[in-house]
T-cell receptor
Framework: GNSVTQMEGPVTLSEEAFLTINCTYT??????LFWYVQYPGEGLQLLLK?????DKGSNKGFEATYRKETTSFHLEKGSVQVSDSAVYFC??????????FGQGTRLTINP | EAGVAQSPRYKIIEKRQSVAFWCNPI?????LYWYQQILGQGPKLLIQ????????DSQLPKDRFSAERLKGVDSTLKIQPAKLEDSAVYLC??????????????FGSGTQLSVL
């Protein structure tokens, strides 16, 4: 079946630290991969996506590269800010099928 | 541009009672989704509508949950009767197209349901 596994949270970092949130997936075929973010009190919103192997999605300083050989889509940011505190969800979309989410990783950035 | 509207924001009920949630998607969005997000888990799709037709309801507990989108615009999700394990945030989302075209989903803020 199709599934997504994210690193366990919560993750707490200091401002300007380097961030990695791991995401691996299991899927049939070649899914598209997504990172969604949920800021406190708000709905989920798309952060970035990649639709084929070796694609790199990027937005707001965040990046993730679609690695078919390791079935991974790790989220990275070089220097985090307090405003990045949120819950991050990795998700996949097998062709023409429903979006499947990971369990989410809560990130807290301290000043 | 107005986002996806959901109401109520919070709801507390006792088990065996019924409850309904409302969602108004972004204007012009053909696809509407209802997700259930249990604390500590990722959202799980309950039902997906394309206009006013059901595309996927494979994970909807049909003995107690129902949903409709009669005019292809807003939608209502109902639980009757509620169980303790239904405590969750119910998220509504919409997209211009379908998952097949990798359309971006726009989410509402959700309805937090507590069943006591």
């Amino acid at each position: 079946g199709n599934s997504v596994t994210q690193m366990e949270g919560p993750v707490t970092l200091s401002e300007e630290a380097f961030l990695t949130i791991n995401c691996t997936y299991t899927a049939t075929g070649y899914p598209s991969l997504f990172w969604y973010v949920q800021y406190p009190g708000e709905g989920l919103q798309l952060l970035l996506k990649a639709t084929k192997a070796d694609d790199k999605g990027s937005n707001k300083g965040f990046e993730a590269t679609y690695r078919k050989e390791t079935t991974s889509f790790h989220l990275e940011k070089g220097s985090v800010q307090v405003s990045d505190s949120a819950v991050y969800f990795c998700a996949l979309n097998p062709r023409a099928q429903k979006l499947v989410f990971g369990q989410g990783t809560r990130l807290t950035i301290n000043p | 541009e107005a986002g996806v509207a959901q109401s109520p924001r919070y709801k507390i009920i006792e088990k065996r009672q019924s409850v309904a949630f409302w969602c108004n998607p972004i204007s012009g969005h053909a696809t509407l989704y209802w997700y259930q997000q249990i604390l500590g888990q990722g959202p799980k799709l309950l039902i997906q509508f394309q206009n006013n037709g059901v595309v996927d309801d494979s994970q909807l507990p049909k003995d107690r949950f129902s949903a409709e989108r009669l005019k292809g615009v807003d939608s209502t999700l109902k639980i009757q009767p509620a169980k303790l394990e239904d405590s969750a945030v119910y998220l509504c989302a919409s997209s211009l197209g379908s998952p097949a075209t990798n359309e971006k989903l726009f989410f509402g803020s959700g309805t937090q349901l507590s069943v006591l």
